[in-house]
């Protein structure tokens, strides 16, 4: 006994882990407004997904993490094999070896990385959810957007399409940085995934999605100072039939202080989860006070993915009850806007992902640490045991291998 827990320490301990995790879970799912999500609302894991799992899980949970804590994570693996090499090190005293395992280690965190980001792979998709409500996303971009460039340059709006169908929704908002070159014509709006028309405008201190069938926004007029921008959301109803939605981070870096102006103004409400690295470091306390200050004032409250092609993690969703919304696409994307626009607080559901935040109790020097663990407290049993097999089989095919070339000798 004593020689296994020896060999197998490593094995045995993350096995163990896994274990302790399964018996205090995180709800995997959540509403940040405090809402029960609805009965049934689960996480749906493609086949190679599970097959892969501890690949694909920590694929995700790295891509829900901000900038900062993202080169924590990085810097923590680093130590951790570096510490797990010197440790073997002592041992056999070979530096030949280490030294040619160094550049791979470096290759596979590269990889890592690099495929994490760029690959457009089966991704965790939200299901369960009641026939009468549709799953929106109400900002992602195409290539259209002036920073849809290098790798995603190819991300175009069948591109956008697919990755929001992987996911699991039914509609989303193309909203291109001050274009809608790339709207699709209104004979598309019966392909599913529906792509309902927007903007993103980049006015003073602020970027402004704008919802609705907008004609072209000269982004200048709306530049320059807060008088521009307060112009912008007075007139983004009258003037282009859209609702102006106060996106992250912008607001909270910097017009923070001008809250009760952009209410004043007419925004008509707030984003509170962005999925984007920089809109996911919105803290917990001014969420809730951006929560607060929506419902004193009747404004939506929204959640977005703010994808510009990267990944394949989706980190958010939304949800709104509108009975028969299949039964005519060419006019789903005006019910949405007009529920939003008639009963705001209540007519978005926000569905979001655990993950590791910003602000989680997790020092950043144990980001890597933390991202494993939240990761083990979120997946479901069958992604368990697929972890359980990656850290098991291989062990068993190497002694049936040893055991088949002791048979044969």
């Not at 920073?147 to 193309?174: Q, S, Y």
């Not at 014509?185 to 019966?190: C, M, N, Q, S, V």
């Not at 200048?220 to 609702?243: F, K, V």
């Not at 919304?325 to 626009?341: F, H, S, T």
Request: proline share 6%.
């Amino acid at each position: 006994m004593t020689d296994v827990l020896r060999r197998h320490w490593v094995r045995l301990g993350l096995t163990a882990a896994i274990l302790v995790a399964r018996i205090s879970p995180a709800a995997p799912l959540s509403d940040p407004t405090g809402h029960a999500l609805a009965e049934g609302i689960h996480l749906h894991y493609p086949p190679l997904y599970l097959i892969l799992a501890p690949l694909f899980s920590l694929w995700d949970a790295v891509s829900m993490l901000t900038i900062p804590r993202l080169v924590a994570f990085l810097a923590g693996a680093a130590a951790l094999y570096l510490g797990w090499r010197a440790a073997a090190l002592a041992r056999h005293r070979d530096w030949g070896r280490e030294l040619r395992r160094l550049p791979i280690a470096i290759l596979a965190l590269g990889a890592f990385v690099f495929l994490g980001a760029v690959w457009h792979r089966p991704m965790a998709s939200l299901t369960g959810v009641p026939p009468e409500m549709v799953v929106l996303d109400y900002h992602s971009h195409s290539s259209a957007s002036h920073d849809v460039t290098g790798l995603m340059a190819g991300f175009d709006v069948a591109a956008n399409r697919r990755w929001h169908a992987r996911a699991g929704f039914d509609a989303f908002f193309l909203t291109d940085h001050n274009t809608v070159a790339a709207l699709p014509g209104p004979l598309e709006a019966r392909t599913a995934p529906t792509v309902c028309p927007g903007i993103e405008v980049s006015a003073w201190n602020s970027h402004i999605v704008m919802l609705g069938d907008t004609l072209p926004i000269a982004q200048s007029d709306y530049d320059g100072s807060p008088e521009r921008l307060a112009a912008l959301l007075r007139e983004s109803r009258s003037r282009y039939g859209a609702l102006a939605i106060a996106s992250l981070p912008e607001y909270d870096r910097h017009l923070w202080d001008r809250r009760d102006m952009l209410v004043a103004a007419g925004v008509a409400g707030f984003e509170i989860v962005n999925a984007s690295p920089k809109g996911n470091a919105f803290p917990r306390g001014r969420r809730d006070s951006i929560i607060a200050l929506a419902r004193a004032h009747g404004l939506a409250l929204l959640g977005v993915s703010d994808s510009h092609g990267w990944g394949a993690t989706s980190m958010v969703w939304n949800l709104m009850a509108l009975p028969r919304w299949r039964e005519d696409r060419g006019v789903l994307c005006g019910r949405i806007l007009a529920r939003l626009a008639d009963d705001s607080p209540a007519a978005n559901r926000i569905v979001e992902r655990h993950r590791l935040r910003v602000d989680a109790w997790w020092p950043r020097w144990l980001t890597v640490v933390g991202v494993v663990w939240e990761t083990w407290r979120a997946i479901n049993w069958p992604l368990s045991l697929s972890w359980f097999a990656w850290l098991w089989l291989p062990l068993a095919v190497t002694r049936s291998r040893a055991g088949d070339a002791r048979g044969g000798a």
